[in-house]
């Protein structure tokens, strides 16, 4: 199975919104509502930041947004804000019942 | 609150076979709704899923993994372990456990190990 596609860097200031891509199959991403995002800090944990392509845990920021069509999934950021420089990876469950995540995503506040 | 956490050599010498368990709290690895998942990181890269077990013993794998991986769960002591035999450089990395939803994401975290293969 092969990693989903990410840009691998992101930047955008501080207040502005920034939206970024994950980049499946039909296997994966085009045929599955089950993406989600994940937001890692050096030396951290990743954290779930959405589920089932646009949900949110509870708790999480309502800045995080998340949206699919066809073979691609993006996560958008409004509002950006410091804490939010960190690298960001999707998943996606696979028509052969595995998961694959994103080549990750590096987003950098200005 | 669930909290996973990740224990074991943070050393190993290539052939050889690293182990490690992930020790719960705060939730039961006996639960008939959760998947107790693995996932690495090597160094500066990407995640890769391992693969999960659920509280009956059925195992699921990453092929590119699949010949050289086993995932068990020990319920007396709500702990999931991971052996991952024949190791060698390449398999140097940060390791995770997670619990895993039936919609396929990871809503909880260990803190990750770090495993070297060396010699």
């Known amino acids: 199975q092969s990693a989903l596609t990410q840009p691998p860097s992101v930047s955008g200031s501080p207040g502005q919104p920034i939206t970024f891509s994950c980049t499946g199959t039909?296997?994966?991403?085009?045929?599955?509502?089950?993406v989600s995002w994940y937001q890692q800090h050096p030396g951290k944990a990743p954290k779930l930041m959405i589920y089932?392509?646009?949900n949110r845990p509870s708790g999480e920021s309502n800045r995080f947004s998340g949206s699919k069509s066809g073979n691609t999934a993006s996560l958008t950021i409004s509002g950006l804000q410091a804490e939010d420089e960190a690298d960001y990876y999707c998943?996606?469950?696979?028509?052969?019942?595995?998961?694959?995540f994103g080549t990750g995503t590096k987003v950098t506040v200005l | 609150q669930v909290q996973l956490q990740e224990s074991g050599p943070g050393l190993v010498k290539p052939s050889e076979t690293l182990s490690l368990t992930c020790t719960v709290s705060?939730?039961?690895?006996?639960?008939?709704?959760?998947?107790w998942s693995w996932i690495r990181q090597p160094p500066g890269k990407g995640l890769e899923w391992i693969g999960y077990?659920?509280?009956?013993?059925?195992?699921n794998y990453n092929p590119s993994l699949k010949s050289r991986v086993t995932i068990s769960v020990h319920t007396s002591k709500n702990q999931f372990s991971l052996k991952l035999n024949s190791v060698t450089a390449a398999d140097t990395a940060l390791y995770f456990c997670?619990?895993?939803?039936?919609?396929?994401?990871?809503?909880?975290w260990g803190q990750g190990t770090l495993v070297t293969v060396s010699s």
């Open positions: 039909s296997s994966d991403v085009g045929d599955y509502n089950y």
């Open positions: 077990i659920y509280y009956s013993g059925t195992t």
């Open positions: 997670a619990r895993q939803l039936p919609d396929w994401f990871l809503d909880y």
């Open positions: 089932d392509v646009s």
């Open positions: 998943s996606s469950y696979t028509s052969s019942s595995t998961l694959v």
């Open positions: 705060g939730g039961s690895v006996s639960s008939g709704y959760y998947y």
